[in-house]
C-alpha cells in the first residue's frame, strides 16, 4: 500500500483482517454461506446451529468436519452431522443468499422467522452484577484482542462471568460470527445454558446479537456503542439485560436494571 501524509508519502506493508467465506452444511445439505475470519470454524458451525434453534447443544451433534474435495480439504466448506434422532434443518431453515460481515440475518424469510424460541428462560436467572465490573469489562475485552490490535479491523465478543473474569474471547469480521463462535465453544465444552454470565460486543447491540444471546441463556448483553430499537424489544420481552453504550464509568441500562447493581 502508499501510505499518504500531509507531508510525505510513502511504500509500506500492512496487516489486514482476513475474510473468507465459509459454507456450512448439515448432513451433505447447505445450510448458509457466511463471510467470516478463518479460524475457530468448528465453534462457528457449532454456535450458529445453536443460535438458529437448530440444536441445543453439543450433545445434538454428532460431528463436525472439513469437506474433502477431489485433490484436497476444502477448508471453507463444513458438514455436521447431527446425532442420532435429531431433526435435520426444514427446507425454510436455510439461506439462499450469502451472510455477509455485516448482517447476521440476510435470507431470512421473515422477520416472525427470526424470533427463534430460547430453550432457555433467561427471565428467572438471578444474576446480578456491580456496576463498577461491568464497566471493566471493555478494557478487558480490548485487551485480549491479539488481531484487532494488528490489524484494527476486527470485531469481538467476550464471554464474562459474574465477577468479571474473561472466559472466552474471538475476533472476526462479522460480530454476528463472533458471538456464534464464544457459543459455539460454550457449546462443544458442555456449558450451555450460559446462565449467570455476560457477553460483550466491540460494537452496537443489534436484534440479532440479542436473539444470539438468547439462544445460549445469557442473562446480560453489553455493548460499547447503540442498542436498536428492536435488541431493546427483544431484551425487554426475555427478560434480558441489556446494556449499551458502555464506555468509561457510564452506561445506558435499556432492559433489566434489577441485575446491574450500585
Known amino acids: 500500500m502508499t501510505r499518504i501524509s500531509d507531508t510525505s508519502r510513502e511504500a509500506r506493508f500492512d496487516l489486514l483482517a482476513a475474510e473468507e467465506p465459509l459454507e456450512i452444511r448439515v448432513g451433505g445439505r447447505s445450510l448458509a454461506v457466511t463471510m467470516r475470519t478463518p479460524g475457530n470454524d468448528y465453534e462457528l458451525a457449532a454456535g450458529f446451529l445453536v443460535t438458529e434453534g437448530l440444536v441445543s ?3 445434538e451433534i454428532a460431528s463436525i468436519t472439513y469437506c474433502t474435495g477431489p485433490e484436497k480439504q476444502e477448508y471453507n466448506v463444513l458438514d455436521v452431522v447431527l446425532a442420532a434422532g435429531v431433526a435435520p434443518p426444514s427446507a425454510t431453515a436455510a439461506r439462499p443468499f450469502l451472510t455477509t460481515s455485516s448482517c447476521g440475518l440476510c435470507g431470512k424469510a421473515s422477520i416472525d422467522t427470526v424470533r427463534s424460541k430460547s430453550r432457555f428462560d433467561v427471565a428467572a436467572d438471578p444474576l446480578r452484577v456491580a456496576a463498577t465490573v461491568v464497566c471493566e469489562l471493555p478494557g478487558r475485552l480490548r485487551e485480549a484482542q491479539k488481531v484487532f490490535e494488528r490489524t ?37 465444552e458442555g456449558r450451555l445454558p450460559l446462565a449467570g454470565h455476560v457477553i460483550l460486543a466491540s460494537g452496537r447491540a443489534s436484534f440479532e446479537l440479542t436473539q444470539k444471546a438468547l439462544m445460549a441463556g445469557i442473562p446480560v ?7 436498536s430499537t428492536l435488541a431493546v424489544e427483544m431484551a425487554e420481552e426475555a427478560g434480558m439485560t441489556l446494556v449499551g453504550f458502555l464506555r468509561g464509568q457510564a452506561m445506558n441500562v435499556y432492559t433489566g436494571e434489577h441485575r446491574v447493581s450500585t
Open 57 to 59: 447443544g453439543a450433545d
Open 221 to 227: 448483553l453489553a455493548s460499547v456503542s447503540a442498542p
Open 152 to 188: 484494527g479491523g476486527l470485531h469481538a465478543a467476550g464471554l464474562f462471568d459474574a465477577q468479571g473474569n474473561l472466559l472466552c474471547v474471538r475476533e472476526d469480521v462479522g460480530r454476528h460470527n463472533a458471538f456464534d463462535k464464544v457459543i459455539g465453544w460454550a457449546a462443544l
